[in-house]
T-cell receptor
Framework: NAGVTQTPKFQVLKTGQSMTLQCAQD?????MSWYRQDPGMGLRLIHY???????DQGEVPNGYNVSRSTTEDFPLRLLSAAPSQTSVYFC?????????????FGPGTRLTVT | DAKTTQPPSMDCAEGRAANLPCNHS???????VYWYRQIHSQGPQYIIH???NNETNEMASLIITEDRKSSTLILPHATLRDTAVYYC???????????????FGKGTKLSVKP
C-alpha cells in the first residue's frame, strides 16, 4: 500500500490564484481530513469527510472547498489564494471516524502565497 | 482548543527512557488519549492510544492514571531518531457535530542527545 499520498509537495501561488491540493489513499478508508500547520503551531482541522459524498467543516474552513466523489480521493481547493493561506497542508485518513481508529497522515504540501 | 497540557520541550539522553507527561484534567469517560509524533515537519505518525488501561506496543508504553486526568508516554530506549514533537490528544467525541476529529495542541519537542 502507498498509504496516504499528497501532490504537489511544494507550490508557490500568487495572491488571487486558485489551485487544488490532491490527496489519495489506497487503504479503503472511509474517513479523510485536511489539516493546516503554521510555523510553531499544532495542526488545525480544515475540512473532513466521513465517506463518499459527505463532507463537513472543521475549525478553519474559510477560503477552502472540498468534495468527496470517491472513497480514495479528497481534494482541497483554494478558490482565491491569500498570503494567510501560506502553510503546510496535511491530509489524513482512517478506517472510520471512530475514536478507536488511528489516523494516517500524508507527507504534506508546502504552500507559499505571495 | 486542545484539551491537553504538555511541557513545551524536554531533553533525553540516548539509550535512556523518555517519559513525556500530559495533563488532561477535563477528560470525559468515553474519550481516548492518543499520542502522535511529528519528525522534521513530516506528517504526524501515530504512536499509541488508550482509554483506561495502560497500553504497550512496539514503539512505546502509555500509562494512564487511575483518575484519567493525566498520562505518560514512555519511549523505553530513546534513540536520536526519536527526536520529534510529541502530541498528546484527547479524542473529542463531539466537535461541531462530528465525532472523533483530532484536536492538536503545540506538543512537546523532545530532543534526544548522544
Amino acid at each position: 500500500n502507498a498509504g496516504v499520498t499528497q501532490t504537489p509537495k511544494f507550490q508557490v501561488l500568487k495572491t488571487g490564484q486558485s489551485m487544488t491540493l490532491q490527496c489519495a489513499q489506497d487503504m479503503n478508508h472511509e474517513y479523510m481530513s485536511w489539516y493546516r500547520q503554521d510555523p510553531g503551531m499544532g495542526l488545525r482541522l480544515i475540512h473532513y469527510s466521513v465517506g463518499a459524498g459527505i463532507t463537513d467543516q472543521g475549525e478553519v474552513p474559510n477560503g477552502y472547498n472540498v468534495s468527496r466523489s470517491t472513497t480514495e480521493d479528497f481534494p482541497l481547493r483554494l478558490l482565491s489564494a491569500a498570503p494567510s493561506q501560506t502553510s503546510v497542508y496535511f491530509c489524513a485518513s482512517s478506517y472510520s471516524i471512530s475514536v478507536a481508529d488511528e489516523q494516517y497522515f500524508g507527507p504534506g504540501t508546502r504552500l507559499t502565497v505571495t | 482548543d486542545a484539551k491537553t497540557t504538555q511541557p513545551p520541550s524536554m531533553d533525553c539522553a540516548e539509550g535512556r527512557a523518555a517519559n513525556l507527561p500530559c495533563n488532561h484534567s477535563t477528560i470525559s469517560g468515553n474519550e481516548y488519549v492518543y499520542w502522535y509524533r511529528q519528525i522534521h515537519s513530516q506528517g504526524p505518525q501515530y504512536i499509541i492510544h488508550g482509554l483506561k488501561n495502560n497500553e504497550t506496543n512496539e514503539m512505546a508504553s502509555l500509562i494512564i492514571t487511575e483518575d484519567r486526568k493525566s498520562s505518560t508516554l514512555i519511549l523505553p530506549h530513546a534513540t536520536l531518531r526519536d527526536t520529534a514533537v510529541y502530541y498528546c490528544i484527547v479524542r473529542v467525541p463531539n466537535y461541531g457535530g462530528s465525532q472523533g476529529n483530532l484536536i492538536f495542541g503545540k506538543g512537546t519537542k523532545l530532543s534526544v542527545k548522544p
